[in-house]
């Protein structure tokens, strides 16, 4: 039994299945390194892939395909906890808070999104892209009531070195716990050591009173 077990054991932490949302052209690939991570150290971990994966979908498309595959994956009463990268965080928002996710996610653990916008939405004109833009209407829809967020434990992972998330400080949120990682590049995140290691501490945080 490796350490990070027994110390959920001893704290009575509840290992959800994880659920992994990626983001703009990336495919399930991109979480290689965290899904070894997170599965030894105990986590059972989802991923599928978001079609189309360029922007060409609106972002609250995307997140039907999540609330699609939570359905057909998971038992109806079994809680999750979700992990959204970039675009996949947003995508992930939408199904938390406007297609029932807020009563299936116990954890939700945002990494690099662009929860206020990103200028690099303006260069493409597709939809997603679009919607990723500082104040579309998506993400003033999303942002009006994100306290809501706070039912969950929630955690926001940046680094002030994201060149894709313009400016860097975008994927802040006012609720939920904010961990600052010191990662050079945007894809680096994933594979980054400290990430990796404040993803496991969000996963065992305690579930909140409430929550589900």
């Known amino acids: 039994m490796n350490p990070a077990t027994k110390y959920a054991i001893r704290q009575n932490i509840v290992r959800n299945p994880v659920l992994l949302i990626h983001g703009i052209t990336d495919t399930t690939l991109v979480f290689r390194q965290m899904t070894e991570y997170l599965i030894a150290q105990g986590w059972s971990v989802h991923s599928f892939n978001l079609t ?6 609106p972002l609250e498309k995307l997140a039907v395909q999540v609330a699609d595959y939570v359905t057909k994956t998971f038992d109806p009463k079994q809680p999750l906890d979700l992990i959204g990268f970039s ?12 297609l029932g996710g807020i009563e299936r996610v116990q954890r939700f653990v945002s990494i690099s999104a662009p929860n206020n916008g990103t200028l690099t939405g303006y260069l493409s004109g597709r939809p997603g892209c679009a919607q990723m ?11 009006q009531d994100s306290e809501m967020l706070a039912r969950l434990n929630f955690t926001v992972i940046w680094t002030p070195f994201d060149l894709m998330i313009v400016p860097p400080s975008s994927s802040q949120m006012p609720v939920g716990k904010e961990v600052i990682v010191q990662a050079p590049l945007h894809s680096w995140m994933l594979a980054d050591e400290q990430c990796l290691k404040a993803v496991a501490a969000a996963l065992s945080q305690p579930i909140l009173v409430g929550s589900c």
Do not use: E, F, K
């Open 52 to 57: 189309p994966n360029n922007g060409a979908m």
């Open 133 to 143: 833009r500082p104040g579309s209407p998506l993400l003033r829809d999303l942002n």
């Open 87 to 98: 675009m996949g965080g947003i995508v992930s928002r939408y199904y938390i808070q406007r």
